[in-house]
């Protein structure tokens, strides 16, 4: 098993799905100098999500399995801030932690996810429900019609059920485990299971 070495960047219920985009603001020292040591090797950061209101001290736990992506934008600030893109582009397993100050930097290895590619008919179909549902809970939510209207394009998307997992609020659990799966049908009848909870809830 080859693994390589990834910061992590540990937020609250921010969680890094292959193939979306994550906006993210670095102000703290610590993380200024995670974000420097990433663009010196090779732009690649993990997101470590860790439950809201975890109060320990110190540096939050980290999962098994993260999802981590390339740093493709950089807006540097005067004050030494920044305000960066990731684009999510797989996920890691946690083999070991080489290093915890000041930040966590871990040993990975990378895990392969099945692509929205030469898949069934039926889970085509799945994926079309999937979609459907999203975008009754956005509409719920006050999303803008055109939003809803370019979300079709998201059946041509390599991580479909990512994509839309990482749109939706729910629970930290159930979207770790969704994130750790690689299986595209599984992970779509557990999103799906999410959404229909979502939707009966309206």
Known sequence: MSTFPLPLFPLPDVFLFPGMFLPLHI?????RMLLDFCLENGGEMGMAPYPKGWTG???PPIPEVVGFGHIIQKES??????NIILEGI?????VSLSSTEPFYIAQVSRREHERNKNVSVEL????E????????????EGAEEDLILKMNQILSHPYPVDFI????????KTKQRILETTHL????NLLKQVLMGLNLGE
Request: glycine share 6%.
């Open 27 to 31: 102000f703290e020292p610590r993380y």
């Open 57 to 59: 001290n110190g540096l």
């Open 77 to 82: 600030l005067p004050d030494g801030r920044s």
């Open 90 to 94: 797989g996920t890691a397993e946690i």
């Open 124 to 127: 085509k179909e799945k994926i």
């Open 129 to 140: 429900e999937l979609l459907v549902l999203t975008k009754r809970i956005l509409l719920a």
């Open 165 to 172: 997992a990482s749109l939706i609020y729910f629970d930290f």
């Open 185 to 188: 049908e599984t992970k779509a």
